[in-house]
């Protein structure tokens, strides 16, 4: 079986018999990989450190039928935030579940690596409910899966300014006052700003996050509704943040 080595953020970890762990990795060379680490829930193995959730690692692995198996993990960063600070590890949780969920097995997406390390990264220093909500809409646009959410899905024409504009989930998105179908909702110029930005930010900048209550609020129901519409069960990591 052939050995590799990746660099690889962890986006999940789960026991697997009494001392072992299967790890999901988003690898920059060989997208999501799940893999099994033998021996790492023993205290002296030298995974067990390495195998934390939101680690960024040099790993290497041998490929194998079902799952693959990590040889060898050194970590090259340790987010502190994301592993100390309850609130933020609950929304970055959500972030890795949405890559675990829509983001098929070993199909390479550099773009997505890039950005799920800026998302870890942002989860640091800024307010981790808007980071994971921006983090989101952006890896959706990678899925195949993403909504109109600038342009009217009937007729295609490009909203601009403060001009009224409808929403529904079903037709594929945003629908011009000419489009309106029945059932769709009224969409708020500010809603469809922030969602634009969102798509479009720059995790590089010093740029502030922020969003008036009304429009974050209206934003994570229209994107957390359509994320369980489309698994078609609970997420995990938004009953835990329920929790909090």
Not at 124 to 139: D, S
Not at 209 to 223: F, N, T, V, Y
Request: hydrophobic content about 45%; glycine content about 6%.
């Amino acid at each position: 079986m052939a050995r590799y080595t990746a660099h690889a953020l962890v986006i999940g970890v789960h026991p697997w018999g009494d001392a072992d762990k299967v790890v999901e990795l988003f690898t920059a060379e060989k997208g999501r990989v799940r893999a099994a680490a033998f021996g790492s829930r023993r205290p002296k193995s030298a995974l067990a450190a390495a195998l934390q959730l939101f680690n960024e690692l040099d790993v290497s692995l041998t490929e194998g039928q079902r799952l693959d198996t990590v040889r060898t993990a050194s970590i090259q960063h340790h987010p502190k935030k994301l592993s100390e600070d309850i609130v933020a590890m609950a929304y970055g949780s959500f972030v890795a579940e949405c890559v675990s969920e829509f983001l098929p097995e070993k199909q390479p997406e550099p773009r997505v690596y890039d950005l799920l390390r800026a998302v870890f990264s942002a989860f640091e220093t800024r307010n981790p409910r808007i980071v994971a909500l921006l983090g989101v809409y952006q890896l959706m646009e990678f899925t195949g899966l993403q909504l109109s959410y600038e342009r009217c899905v009937h007729c295609g024409r490009l909203l601009e300014g403060e001009e009224e504009a409808f929403f529904l989930e079903n037709a594929g998105g945003t629908l011009c006052t000419n489009c309106h179908d029945p059932g769709a909702v009224p969409y708020p110029a500010s809603l469809r700003h922030f969602i634009s930005r969102a798509l479009t930010f720059d995790w590089q900048s010093q740029e502030p996050l922020m969003i008036a209550k009304k429009d974050l609020l209206a934003a994570e129901e229209m994107l957390v509704g359509y994320l369980q519409r489309l698994l078609g069960h609970p997420m995990r990591s938004l009953a835990f943040l329920q929790k909090l």
